[in-house]
């Protein structure tokens, strides 16, 4: 394919592109309220529903690195293939599961597809839009489509699980991942570091060993506790297995990850702001969703559709920041972006058991234009301080602080929310059965439980449902102030440490395969 065809179909690309990054938006959330229905049908423990989560973003984190510079020596359309091919099949079998150990490990292999698939499509757009105002467009509509998945998938959940077997939720991603083969297929140009030397194996495996201990250590920790043996040992082998990982890339001739990269602030500081954004977003709007569904008894599709608001401020905010980012630089977006996620979560911070839906959707609304000014600049400043022959390392790096920052968020978040909860029960439980207690301490699902079993008098289950939502409540506050803070600082050092515009450069140009 040469390079004027390439140039011609540059934006037909990046409509198969975002509907290949569509599904690992939507994969997640649209799982996320199936959970409920996955425990009743497959008789799944606590533990088992946290591994079909989990093992999905263990897999695709720790593989997103190696999957990129994979891409790049070998090629990035084939490598995006690859990936949809395996994302489809291991979506067919997880639909065809029996028991929660199996779907458990069809969730892994989706996570691999997915580190297929994520670093392609970034790195597919850099190499497809050499002009750099078109690439700063184009960056703009792929990270509004990254957010819409995700803002999407709990109504889509609600709607398929109102209406189709737990299955469909499975189901619905083989339609599109056909979509996107046969467009890629037709499509989608192929490129590749022309130049690239035999893959570092060493330090792919590195990597994969550090991201995969630090990724499972961060979801073990907000049950096991932060200060349990395996965590601190999970921990431990993260450290000094990535502290070996950039030994070795720093001495390596052909490092798969130049470690040099991180001095430039270009790529540093962005990729701090997108951990930041992920952080608080993942942790956040999670509890946000348990909120609409206890608090303000709303069930999954009712509280699916009143989050999707955020998708309004993705779409229009996205293109509208990098419209921005062509006249001013990326700073001044990527810091209004923070301040917008952060005055979002004082919205948040102001809830109480007896606010309205106005509330929320206030914050939703101000959060996706957050998210999109902070995000989409921030894409660009990374992959545009890089050479483009390194897109897909520049777009596994890009994507694997998305991923850490999202786990850490539910992690950490979640552990907060958690004290404050079981904190504020202790005198509202005191004379209940030790198993009541337990149930009641654990979440708020629980103690509506016990509020609703047989024997409870009315008047002590409304007291006690009443002390667990206001015990909720006390915890989002918190939550939501510390995100507040935490986007505040971001805002902070994106304005003191990130350049307003790159460097000078002569554009490069699309590496043909023929």
Not at 139 to 154: C, E, F, L, N, T
Not at 190 to 199: G, I, T, V, Y
Not at 439 to 466: R, S
């Amino acid at each position: 394919m040469d390079t004027a065809v390439i140039h011609r179909r540059r934006w037909a690309t990046l409509g198969v592109l975002c509907v290949s990054l569509l599904i690992i938006g939507l994969d997640n959330t649209v799982l996320n309220v199936a959970l409920a229905t996955l425990q009743r049908e497959l008789d799944a423990t606590a533990g088992q529903l946290q591994w079909i989560v989990d093992s999905y973003t263990l897999a695709f984190a720790g593989l997103l690195l190696l999957a990129g510079a994979w891409g790049d020596k070998y090629g990035r359309r084939k490598a995006l293939l690859i990936g949809l091919v395996v994302f489809g099949a291991s979506s067919l079998w997880a639909a065809l599961c029996e028991s929660p150990e199996q779907l458990i490990a069809a969730r892994a292999v989706m996570g691999v597809g997915a580190a297929l698939i994520m670093p392609s499509t970034l790195s597919i757009l850099t190499n497809s839009f050499t002009n750099q105002k078109e690439r700063k467009s184009a960056i703009g509509i792929w990270a509004g489509v990254s957010g819409i998945g995700i803002a999407a998938g709990p109504a889509l959940g609600g709607y398929l699980l109102d209406h189709f077997d737990w299955s469909s939720v499975f189901y619905i991603n083989v339609f599109v991942v056909v979509a996107g083969i046969v467009g890629a297929l037709l499509i989608v140009p192929e490129s590749r570091d022309a130049h690239a030397p035999k893959l570092d194996l060493v330090g792919g495996l590195l990597s994969v060993i550090g991201l995969v201990a630090l990724v499972w250590a961060i979801i073990e920790a907000p049950g096991a506790g932060w200060g349990a043996t395996k965590v601190v040992v999970g921990f431990g082998v993260a450290a000094v297995t990535l502290v070996a990982f950039a030994v070795w890339e720093l001495r390596h001739p052909y490092p798969m990850l130049d470690m040099r990269f991180f001095a430039n602030r270009r790529f540093s500081v962005p990729a701090i702001a997108v951990t930041l954004v992920f952080f608080v977003l993942m942790g956040s709007a999670f509890f946000l969703s348990i909120h609409l569904q206890t608090v303000m008894g709303y069930d999954a599709l009712e509280a699916g559709l009143r989050i999707m608001p955020i998708a309004a401020g993705l779409v229009f905010g996205a293109p509208l920041a990098m419209a921005i980012a062509q006249k001013v630089g990326e700073k001044i977006p990527v810091v209004f972006g923070l301040v917008l996620l952060a005055a979002s979560f004082w919205v948040i911070a102001g809830t109480q058991v007896d606010s309205g839906y106005g509330r929320v959707l206030t914050a939703v609304l101000i959060m996706g234009f957050g998210m999109s000014f902070a995000m989409a600049p921030a894409t660009e400043a990374v992959m545009g301080s890089l050479p483009i022959e390194k897109a897909g390392v520049g777009s596994a790096v890009n994507d694997a602080v998305r991923q850490i920052g999202g786990a850490l968020g539910v992690a950490v978040l979640g552990s907060i929310i958690n004290s404050v909860y079981r904190h504020k029960m202790v005198d509202a439980t005191a004379g209940l059965s030790a198993q009541a207690q337990d149930m009641a301490k654990d979440n708020v699902q629980g103690a509506m439980q016990v509020a609703a079993a047989p024997g409870m008098p009315p008047q002590a289950g409304g007291q006690l449902t009443g002390t667990a939502f206001q015990a909720f409540v006390d915890g989002l506050h918190v939550v939501a102030w510390v995100s507040v803070a935490l986007c505040v600082i971001g805002a902070l050092v994106a304005a003191v440490w990130l350049p307003a515009h790159a460097a000078v450069a002569e554009e490069p140009e699309l590496v043909e395969v023929k």
